[in-house]
């Protein structure tokens, strides 16, 4: 397959992944078999009451990906996760141990490669009916200021269709995607039997550039939320979320470094009240922004090192800071050092540590935490 046709798979693999977020922008179609996975651990330590008291939070978390080209045009992706994740507060200890959701997906390309369909599911093999200390665990998990690499376990079966387009236009590549999850209801915790979370839409736009240096890029998308229900009875709605991202990468020699930004922004959520949506007077959550570079040097018996900076802001929410429901602002950042290598022609691995410090709630809370991250791929 010529580079042009594999450029423009690689955006409308792109798209799947923003649509999905599964790991399907890191394969070109032509590759042969190939399995990948990785392991990250963080460990979190939060402090800010009078008394002095620290919270401690950690996860373990094992993600394993899966390519398999099924025929000529066809693909087939499977990934799933293990994860445990703990906190210890004043001697209270919790922990979550267990899988993640399986995913399942098969993509078909068209038109030499410009168009793809893929039809995917959301198999429940993860963890639920969390008790009522995991339920508050699980909560902290998808704290917008933490970087948890695992927030959810089980979130029950998932029906997903995605389509994406790319064209190449001089060095230019553009694409558009979208991408639409049928949920069903699980149940999350103890005594919540039928909870569900509503179906959710995704579109995108996206465009890479190739210049002297590497490839800049910039993409899009726009989330849209159905209405969660429990018991059949509909009880609130996500409102619509939309991610901007923007960067690229450069070489030199053997100088090889990119960096980027992403933001985030987060519209209004509405309740049912006796029957009726009602949008709520403030926003649950402030928007963020993110930050990120990477500065290598590659060694071409060695692999390559490299420098990692991370930066992430999240907004206070609309509440008053007066208000119960008043989170502050966030503000975290990052340092550390990678490395990767092509071990063999068909095995490549990387390694990374990061340090973070920072605070939350307007500097209410303090936070100091780290990370390590092993990975391998493996080509069949």
């Known amino acids: 397959m010529n580079k042009v046709m594999n450029s423009l798979l690689i ?10 977020g599964s790991a399907t922008a890191q394969i070109v179609y032509g590759e042969p078999p190939a399995v990948e996975a990785s392991f990250v651990y963080q460990s979190w330590k939060i402090t800010g009451d009078p008394a002095g008291t620290e919270f ?6 094992m993600p394993i990906y899966g390519f398999i080209p099924v025929r000529e045009d066809w693909e087939l992706h499977i990934s799933s996760a293990t994860a445990s994740s703990g906190s210890d507060s004043a001697g209270n200890t919790v922990s979550i141990t267990g899988l993640n959701d399986t995913q399942i997906s098969l993509v078909k390309s068209f038109m030499e490669d410009k168009f793809l369909v893929g039809v995917g599911l959301n198999i ?13 665990l699980g909560q902290l998990l998808t704290s917008e200021f933490l970087n948890i690499p695992s927030k959810t376990y089980g979130e029950g079966f998932g029906l997903y269709f995605e389509t994406a387009y790319a064209r190449e236009l001089g060095r230019l590549n553009v694409g558009v995607g979208a991408g639409y999850l049928l949920s069903t209801s699980y149940s999350p915790i103890e005594g919540v039997d039928k909870y569900d979370p509503g179906d959710r839409l995704t579109i995108g736009a996206n465009a890479s550039l190739r210049h002297q240096f590497g490839v800049g890029y910039l993409y899009a998308k726009h989330m849209l939320y159905g209405t969660s229900a429990q018991d059949g009875v509909d009880i609130y709605k996500n409102g619509p979320i939309a991610e901007i991202g923007l960067g690229s990468s450069f070489g030199y020699e053997r100088f090889q470094s990119d960096a980027g930004v992403r933001f985030v922004l987060r ?3 509405s309740r049912y009240v006796d029957g009726g949506l009602v949008k709520l007077e403030h926003n649950n959550y402030g928007s963020d922004i993110r930050i990120y570079a990477s500065l290598g040097y590659l060694h071409p018996s060695v692999g390559r090192g490299s420098v990692l900076l991370d930066f992430k802001r999240v ?3 609309d509440f008053a800071e007066t208000d119960a429901e008043y989170h502050g602002k966030s503000n975290i950042a990052g340092i550390g050092i990678g ?5 063999t022609q068909a095995v490549s691995v990387s390694a990374s540590f990061k340090s973070f410090g920072g605070s ?3 500097g209410n809370l303090d936070l100091s935490g780290i990370e390590l991250s092993l990975g391998i791929r493996v080509t069949l």
Do not use: E
């Not at 429940?124 to 508050?136: A, F, Y």
């Open 124 to 136: 429940p093999t993860g963890k639920t009916k969390l008790d009522q200390d995991q339920s508050g």
């Open 11 to 20: 955006t409308c693999l792109v798209f799947l992944c923003l649509l999905t």
């Open 56 to 61: 401690k939070l950690h996860q373990w978390y």
């Open 339 to 343: 490395y990767d290598r092509q071990a």
């Open 267 to 269: 519209q209004t959520d």
């Open 360 to 362: 939350a709630d307007d």
């Open 315 to 317: 907004g206070a929410n």
